[in-house]
C-alpha cells in the first residue's frame, strides 16, 4: 500500500473537524469573502506605486493608471482610501475567524468531555485522567490556534503568494518562469523535513500529556504523598517526565527552525537573483522604473507569503497531532452500551423493570473476568435469586467477588457468561440511564464534589426541593453536622470534602443515596467510616431507607449486617455458603469463623 503525501496527512487529520465547522458555514463564507477582499485590496497597493512612480514622480502627473486621470494628490487620496479599506476588511475578518475558533474549540471541548463521560470503567484501566484532561485543554488550544488564527493567516500568505506570482508573471514572463522553476527543485527537501516535524509535534503533545497525567494524579494524592514525605521525590519524577517533555520538544523545534530557515533562505534566494536579473532588465530599457518598484513590492509580499507560510504549516502540523488525539476520544466506542432492544426503542417496555415497586434480582450462572486478568475469574458461576423487597449482605475475605458483582449489576461491565435480570428482565436489554436511574448506591469511599452541602445531597435527584435534601440528610444523620458548618448547607464542601471528615462524607453519600429513592440500594461498607454512635443514626436511617426497596449490602463488619433477611457468603468469586446469621453459625463453616474472628472478640 503506498503511503500518504506528506500534505495530505495532516490535513486528512484535520478534516475531524469538518462537522464542528459545517453548522456555522455561514461564517466560515463570510470570512473566505472577507479574505479574499482583504488579499485583493493589498495586491492593488503595488499597482498604485507604479502609477505614482511612473506617472506622477516621473512627471506625467495626469497620465491615466490604475485610478483613471488624476492629479498627484487624488492618487495619493485614492491610496488612503485604499488602505482605509483594508483596514476595515482585515478587522473584520480577525474578529470572525477568531469567533470561528473560539466556538469551534468550545463545542469540540464539550464533545469529547461527553464522550468520555460515557465510557466504562475499564477505559480508564488505561488512559489517565490527566491524560484526558491534557488533551481537553492543551490539544484544544493548539486547534484553537489553527482555527481561529493560523489556517485565515495561511490562507491569506497563500493569497498573497500566488496573487503576488501572478502579478510577477504579468510584470515579466521570464523572471516569473526562473522562480517557479528554482522553487519546484526545492520543494521536495521541504516536503520531507515537513513530514519530520508532525511526527516530532505528536512525540511532544504525548509527552506533556505524560507529565499532565502524573501531576493529576500526585495532586489528588497529596495526604498521602506528604504522610510518606515523598513530597521531593514526586517532585523529581515531575522534573523528569517535564525534562522529557522539554527534549521533545526542543527537537520539534529544532527541525521546525531547520525547516523555516531552509523555506525563507530558498525564497529569498530565488527573489533576490531574479531581482538581479529584473535590473540588468531595467539597464537594458526593458522594464521601467515603476514596472521595476511593482516587481519588488510582489517580491516582499511573496517572500512574506511564504515566511508566514512556514510558520502557519508547523502550526498545522502541531494541530494535527493534536486533533488526531482528540479524534480517538471522541471516537472511542464505549465497552458498555445500550442493547439492540434499547437502542431500537424496543427497550422502552422493559425499562419499567429498573423501576418496579420491589424489584427481584437474579444471577444467572454469572462469570466474570475483569479486562486486564482475562484468566481469572473474579465471579465464578454465580445463581442468586434475591426477592422483591429482600435485604441481602454479601460477606466474604477481600477479592471474594462482592464489589465485583455490583459492578456488573450497574453495568459498569460486562458479564463474561451468564445474565443478571431485573424482575424477569435482561439487564443487557434495558437503556444504560433507565437501568442505573433505578439503582442507589453508596460506595465505600464516597465521591464529594466541589460544591456545597446542599448541592452534593441533591446530585442524587438535581429536581428535590431543598426541604427533601434537608429530610434526606437527616435519615442519615448528617443534618447534625451540617448545621454546624459555618453557613450550613450553603457551606462550601472543598474539593473531594476535604473539609469534611471520612465519616461525614460517608453520611453526605447515604443522604444522596437517599433522597435519590431508586428501588434498588447498594450498600458498598455504607458505614465503616462511622464512630459507634453515628453508626447507631445511620443505620436508623438505613433502615428507613431500604424499607419498600430490594437492598444488597456488602460488609465485612458482621455486626452490621445482623438484621438481613439472607446472608450470602462468598470466597474466591464463588457462594460457598447462605442463609440467616443464625444459620450460617450452626453450620460452622466460613461465616462461623468470622464471626468467631469479630462477634466474639
Same mark, same amino acid.
Given at each position: 500500500?503506498?503511503?500518504?503525501?506528506?500534505?495530505?496527512?495532516?490535513?486528512?487529520?484535520?478534516?475531524?473537524?469538518?462537522?464542528?465547522?459545517? =453548522?456555522?458555514?455561514?461564517?466560515? #463564507?463570510?470570512?473566505?469573502?472577507?479574505?479574499?477582499?482583504?488579499?485583493?485590496?493589498?495586491?492593488?497597493?503595488?499597482?498604485?506605486?507604479?502609477?505614482?512612480? %511612473?506617472?506622477?514622480?516621473?512627471?506625467?502627473?495626469?497620465?491615466?493608471?490604475?485610478?483613471?486621470?488624476?492629479?498627484?494628490?487624488?492618487?495619493?487620496?485614492?491610496?488612503?482610501?485604499?488602505?482605509?479599506?483594508?483596514?476595515?476588511?482585515?478587522?473584520?475578518?480577525?474578529?470572525? #475567524?477568531?469567533?470561528?475558533?473560539?466556538?469551534?474549540?468550545?463545542?469540540?471541548?464539550?464533545?469529547?468531555?461527553?464522550?468520555?463521560?460515557?465510557?466504562?470503567?475499564?477505559?480508564?484501566?488505561?488512559?489517565?485522567?490527566?491524560?484526558?484532561?491534557?488533551?481537553?485543554?492543551? %490539544?484544544?488550544?493548539?486547534?484553537?490556534?489553527?482555527?481561529?488564527?493560523?489556517?485565515?493567516?495561511?490562507?491569506?500568505?497563500?493569497? @498573497?503568494?500566488?496573487?503576488?506570482?501572478?502579478?510577477?508573471?504579468?510584470?515579466?514572463?521570464?523572471?516569473?518562469?526562473?522562480?517557479?522553476?528554482?522553487?519546484?527543485?526545492?520543494?521536495?527537501?521541504?516536503?520531507?523535513?515537513?513530514?519530520?516535524?508532525?511526527?516530532?509535534?505528536?512525540?511532544?503533545?504525548? $509527552?506533556?500529556?505524560?507529565?499532565?497525567?502524573? /501531576?493529576?494524579?500526585?495532586?489528588?494524592?497529596?495526604?498521602?504523598?506528604?504522610?510518606?514525605?515523598?513530597?521531593?521525590?514526586?517532585?523529581?519524577?515531575?522534573?523528569?517526565?517535564?525534562?522529557?517533555?522539554?527534549?521533545?520538544? &526542543? @527537537?520539534?523545534?529544532?527541525?521546525?527552525?531547520?525547516?523555516?530557515?531552509?523555506?525563507?533562505?530558498?525564497?529569498?534566494?530565488?527573489?533576490?537573483?531574479?531581482?538581479?536579473?529584473?535590473?540588468?532588465?531595467?539597464?537594458?530599457?526593458?522594464?521601467?522604473?515603476?514596472?521595476?518598484?511593482?516587481?519588488?513590492?510582489?517580491?516582499?509580499?511573496?517572500?512574506?507569503?511564504?515566511?508566514?507560510?512556514?510558520? #502557519?504549516?508547523?502550526?498545522?502540523? $502541531?494541530?494535527?497531532?493534536?486533533?488526531?488525539?482528540?479524534?480517538?476520544?471522541?471516537?472511542?466506542?464505549?465497552?458498555?452500551?445500550?442493547?439492540?432492544? /434499547?437502542?431500537?426503542?424496543?427497550?422502552?417496555?422493559?425499562? =419499567?423493570?429498573?423501576? /418496579?415497586?420491589? =424489584?427481584?434480582?437474579?444471577? %444467572?450462572?454469572?462469570?466474570?473476568?475483569?479486562?486486564?486478568?482475562?484468566?481469572?475469574?473474579?465471579?465464578?458461576?454465580?445463581?442468586?435469586?434475591?426477592?422483591?423487597?429482600? $435485604?441481602?449482605?454479601?460477606?466474604?475475605?477481600?477479592?471474594?467477588?462482592?464489589?465485583?458483582?455490583?459492578?456488573?449489576?450497574?453495568?459498569? *461491565?460486562?458479564?463474561?457468561?451468564?445474565?443478571?435480570?431485573?424482575?424477569?428482565?435482561?439487564?443487557?436489554?434495558?437503556?444504560?440511564?433507565?437501568?442505573?436511574?433505578?439503582?442507589?448506591?453508596?460506595?465505600?469511599?464516597?465521591?464529594?464534589?466541589?460544591?456545597? /452541602?446542599?448541592?452534593?445531597?441533591? *446530585?442524587?435527584?438535581? %429536581?428535590?426541593?431543598?426541604?427533601?435534601?434537608?429530610?434526606?440528610?437527616?435519615?442519615?444523620?448528617?443534618?447534625?453536622?451540617?448545621?454546624?458548618? =459555618?453557613?450550613?448547607?450553603?457551606?462550601?464542601?472543598?474539593?473531594?470534602?476535604?473539609?469534611?471528615?471520612?465519616?461525614?462524607?460517608?453520611?453526605?453519600?447515604?443522604?444522596?443515596?437517599?433522597?435519590?429513592?431508586?428501588?434498588?440500594?447498594?450498600?458498598?461498607?455504607?458505614?465503616?467510616?462511622?464512630?459507634?454512635?453515628?453508626?447507631?443514626? &445511620?443505620?436508623?436511617?438505613?433502615?428507613?431507607?431500604?424499607?419498600?426497596?430490594?437492598?444488597?449490602?456488602?460488609?465485612?463488619?458482621?455486626?452490621?449486617?445482623?438484621?438481613?433477611?439472607?446472608?450470602? &457468603?462468598?470466597?474466591?468469586?464463588?457462594?460457598?455458603?447462605?442463609?440467616?446469621?443464625?444459620?450460617?453459625?450452626?453450620?460452622?463453616?466460613?461465616?462461623?469463623?468470622?464471626?468467631?474472628? @469479630?462477634?466474639?472478640?
Amino acid at each position: 500500500m503506498t503511503s500518504s503525501p506528506p500534505i495530505a496527512r495532516p490535513l486528512s487529520a484535520l478534516r475531524g473537524l469538518l462537522p464542528f465547522l459545517r =453548522p456555522h458555514r455561514g461564517r466560515v #463564507v463570510l470570512a473566505f469573502v472577507l479574505l479574499c477582499l482583504g488579499s485583493a485590496a493589498i495586491l492593488v497597493v503595488p499597482l498604485a506605486f507604479r502609477d505614482l512612480i %511612473d506617472a506622477g514622480f516621473g512627471g506625467d502627473v495626469a497620465g491615466a493608471g490604475l485610478f483613471g486621470a488624476q492629479g498627484l494628490d487624488g492618487r495619493f487620496v485614492a491610496l488612503v482610501g485604499l488602505a482605509l479599506f483594508w483596514a476595515v476588511v482585515v478587522a473584520a475578518r480577525y474578529y470572525t #475567524v477568531s469567533w470561528i475558533g473560539e466556538r469551534v474549540t468550545a463545542d469540540l471541548r464539550s464533545a469529547v468531555y461527553a464522550r468520555v463521560l460515557h465510557q466504562s470503567p475499564q477505559f480508564f484501566e488505561t488512559l489517565q485522567t490527566g491524560e484526558v484532561l491534557s488533551r481537553l485543554t492543551g %490539544d484544544t488550544t493548539l486547534v484553537q490556534t489553527v482555527v481561529g488564527s493560523s489556517i485565515s493567516m495561511g490562507l491569506r500568505s497563500l493569497f @498573497q503568494f500566488v496573487g503576488g506570482m501572478l502579478m510577477l508573471a504579468v510584470t515579466s514572463v521570464q523572471l516569473f518562469g526562473l522562480i517557479v522553476g528554482l522553487m519546484t527543485v526545492l520543494a521536495l527537501p521541504i516536503a520531507v523535513i515537513g513530514r519530520r516535524v508532525r511526527r516530532l509535534s505528536r512525540a511532544s503533545q504525548d $509527552r506533556i500529556a505524560d507529565a499532565s497525567a502524573l /501531576a493529576g494524579e500526585i495532586l489528588n494524592a497529596m495526604p498521602t504523598v506528604q504522610a510518606f514525605t515523598q513530597e521531593a521525590n514526586e517532585a523529581r519524577r515531575f522534573a523528569a517526565r517535564s525534562e522529557t517533555g522539554f527534549q521533545a520538544a &526542543v @527537537q520539534r523545534t529544532r527541525v521546525r527552525a531547520l525547516l523555516t530557515a531552509l523555506i525563507i533562505a530558498a525564497v529569498m534566494g530565488t527573489i533576490i537573483f531574479v531581482l538581479w536579473i529584473g535590473a540588468r532588465q531595467v539597464q537594458a530599457g526593458t522594464l521601467s522604473v515603476g514596472e521595476l518598484g511593482a516587481f519588488l513590492i510582489y517580491a516582499a509580499l511573496v517572500a512574506g507569503g511564504v515566511g508566514t507560510l512556514a510558520e #502557519v504549516w508547523g502550526d498545522v502540523m $502541531r494541530a494535527s497531532g493534536a486533533t488526531e488525539r482528540l479524534m480517538e476520544l471522541l471516537h472511542a466506542e464505549p465497552a458498555i452500551r445500550d442493547g439492540d432492544a /434499547a437502542r431500537a426503542g424496543e427497550g422502552a417496555r422493559a425499562t =419499567p423493570a429498573a423501576h /418496579a415497586a420491589l =424489584p427481584a434480582i437474579a444471577f %444467572d450462572h454469572v462469570v466474570f473476568c475483569y479486562p486486564a486478568r482475562p484468566g481469572v475469574r473474579a465471579i465464578d458461576d454465580i445463581s442468586l435469586q434475591i426477592a422483591p423487597g429482600e $435485604r441481602i449482605a454479601l460477606v466474604g475475605p477481600s477479592g471474594a467477588g462482592k464489589t465485583s458483582l455490583f459492578q456488573l449489576l450497574l453495568r459498569y *461491565y460486562e458479564a463474561s457468561a451468564g445474565c443478571i435480570r431485573i424482575s424477569g428482565s435482561d439487564i443487557r436489554a434495558l437503556s444504560l440511564h433507565a437501568l442505573r436511574a433505578g439503582i442507589a448506591i453508596v460506595p465505600q469511599d464516597p465521591v464529594i464534589f466541589s460544591a456545597s /452541602a446542599l448541592e452534593n445531597i441533591r *446530585y442524587g435527584r438535581p %429536581d428535590a426541593s431543598d426541604a427533601e435534601v434537608i429530610a434526606a440528610a437527616r435519615a442519615a444523620a448528617a443534618d447534625e453536622f451540617i448545621a454546624r458548618l =459555618p453557613e450550613g448547607y450553603a457551606s462550601f464542601l472543598g474539593e473531594r470534602g476535604t473539609r469534611l471528615s471520612g465519616g461525614q462524607r460517608q453520611r453526605i453519600a447515604i443522604a444522596r443515596a437517599i433522597l435519590k429513592g431508586a428501588p434498588i440500594l447498594l450498600l458498598d461498607e455504607a458505614t465503616s467510616a462511622l464512630d459507634a454512635e453515628s453508626e447507631i443514626l &445511620v443505620q436508623q436511617g438505613l433502615a428507613a431507607a431500604m424499607r419498600g426497596r430490594t437492598t444488597l449490602i456488602i460488609a465485612h463488619r458482621l455486626a452490621t449486617v445482623q438484621k438481613v433477611d439472607r446472608i450470602v &457468603v462468598m470466597d474466591a468469586g464463588r457462594i460457598v455458603e447462605t442463609g440467616t446469621p443464625a444459620d450460617l453459625r450452626r453450620q460452622g463453616g466460613l461465616y462461623a469463623r468470622l464471626a468467631a474472628l @469479630q462477634l466474639e472478640a
